[in-house]
T-cell receptor, first 111, second 114 residues
């Protein structure tokens, strides 16, 4: 079983739609959680950290459910520029706290 | 902003060549990482370094070595390049262990081994 699992998609949505991605992780001792965004042929960039109480950054909302070991990302009012791959990332509490990356969920927003 | 610079954007090398990929960061970060990214497999950790002259194997170190002689520079070495090492290579850095922030990545080196 992969440490971090995501639906690869693609998720095809029209502009203005609300879309949600989920991600599950296997290591219950994981301490920190992130969503990264990766555009085609570019490097991953931090989109937002995910906090236990849930957090929001503009149109983006991240949630963490430690009991069920999943993380979610909600994007409201999708824009064409949101088209990208979204990587779920988990940081452990051992081994120098390395990041473990999911394989990503691809989002395509169409006009 | 932290800047992580990788020396080459695209590289084509022949099988059996020794290949050096260079990465430099400008924010005095202690930790540096090398990943490769392949379709369907995501980012996989090759090696990381938590300080100068320190290195640790990641999940897929076979066929690679690294060098960290200065804090700002972390080099990935393919001792004898093979076609299965054709991939996107990404370098990343972060301030130190214990910092819960994510990493900053370089723009990547797309290596093709022919």
């Amino acid at each position: 079983r992969k440490e971090v699992e995501q639906d690869p998609g693609p998720f095809n949505v029209p502009e203005g739609a609300t879309v949600a991605f989920n991600c599950t992780y296997s290591n219950s001792a994981s301490q920190s959680f992130f969503w990264y965004r990766q555009d085609c042929r570019k490097e991953p960039k931090l989109l937002m950290s995910v906090y236990s109480s849930g957090n929001e950054d503009g149109r983006f909302t991240a949630q963490l459910n430690r009991a069920s070991q999943y993380i979610s990302l909600l994007i409201r009012d999708s824009k064409l520029s949101d088209s990208a791959t979204y990587l779920c990332v988990v940081q452990g509490n051992t081994g120098f706290q390395k990041l473990v990356f999911g394989t990503g969920t691809r989002l395509l927003v169409s006009p | 902003d932290v800047k992580v610079t990788q020396s080459s954007r695209y590289l084509v090398k022949r099988t059996g060549e020794k290949v050096f990929l260079e990465c430099v960061q400008d924010m005095d970060h202690e930790n540096m990482f090398w990943y490769r990214q392949d379709p369907g497999l995501g980012l996989r950790l090759i090696y990381f370094s938590y300080d100068v002259k320190m290195k640790e194997k990641g999940d897929i170190p076979e066929g690679y070595s690294v060098s960290r002689e200065k804090k700002e520079r972390f080099s990935l070495i393919l001792e004898s390049a093979s076609t299965n090492q054709t991939s996107m290579y990404l370098c990343a850095s972060r301030p130190s262990v214990g910092k819960a922030d994510g990493y900053t990545f370089g723009s990547g080196t797309r290596l093709t081994v022919v």
